[in-house]
Structures are given as C-alpha cells and as structure tokens.
C-alpha cells in the first residue's frame, strides 16, 4: 500500500557532507510523523533522528548539531542534511513514516524503506 523509497547514500570522507531523502508513495491520506534510523554491522537499529507532520524535530545525542532533518509535505519526501560525518556515522540509514492509508479504509501504520547505505572512510 505504501513504499518508501531512501536515496543519496554513498562513500564519503570524514567531516564530509552527505543529503538523503525518503519519497514515500502508494495509498497514502497524509503522513504523520516520519523518522531517520541506522543500523552499523552487528549492531542494533537506532533512532538517528524524526519529524513531526508540523515540524517538530528530535535528535540522537550523537547526531545533533551535525545533521537536520526536515520535510516537504506535499511531495511526501523527507531529508536528512548529514554534515561533519565521522566513521562512527558509517551504517545503513532507513526511512521510517507513520502514515494514515486510504485504501478502501483509513489505518495507520509504520512503514520502512530499504536502506541506504552511508559509509565514512579515509
């Protein structure tokens, strides 16, 4: 009903900068809020930072002041603005939106995106 789909990954050098962005699509009503995790080899997924439909914003310790995430409502799309990357960023980054489906009826349900990968090397 609902895909979401990251890009902008790649390899960068540390103190590079990196954009990702989610488009989501599919049977979508509206989308509440909508969030950025990673997961590093081994270890387990965490909250990188997420957005509210209105804008309200939250940051994983680690990330702030170096990342922002924001989002464009009427193109379903979110980014993530990656500045100051450091080695300890380098993981598979995923998409994350709560979204309200219309399809023959309204629901809410998370849905993920496949991952991109970032890695931060010398």
């Known amino acids: 009903q609902v895909q979401l789909v990251e890009s902008g990954g790649g390899l960068v050098q540390p103190g590079g900068s990196l954009r990702l962005s989610c488009a989501a699509s599919?049977?979508?009503?509206?989308?509440?809020?909508m969030g950025w995790y990673r997961q590093a080899p081994g270890k387990q997924r965490e909250l990188v930072a997420t957005?509210?439909?209105?804008?309200?914003?939250n940051y994983a310790d680690s990330v702030k002041g170096r990342f922002t995430i924001s989002r464009d409502n009427a193109k379903n799309t979110m980014y993530l603005q990656m500045n100051s990357l450091k080695p300890e960023d380098t993981a598979v980054y995923y998409c994350?939106?709560?979204?309200?489906?219309?399809?023959?009826?309204?629901?809410?349900?998370?849905?993920w995106g496949q991952g991109t990968q970032v890695t931060v090397s010398s």
């Open positions: 994350m939106a709560d979204v309200i489906v219309s399809r023959g009826r309204y629901y809410t349900d998370d849905y």
């Open positions: 599919g049977s979508i009503f509206s989308i509440n809020a």
């Open positions: 957005i509210s439909r209105g804008g309200s914003t």
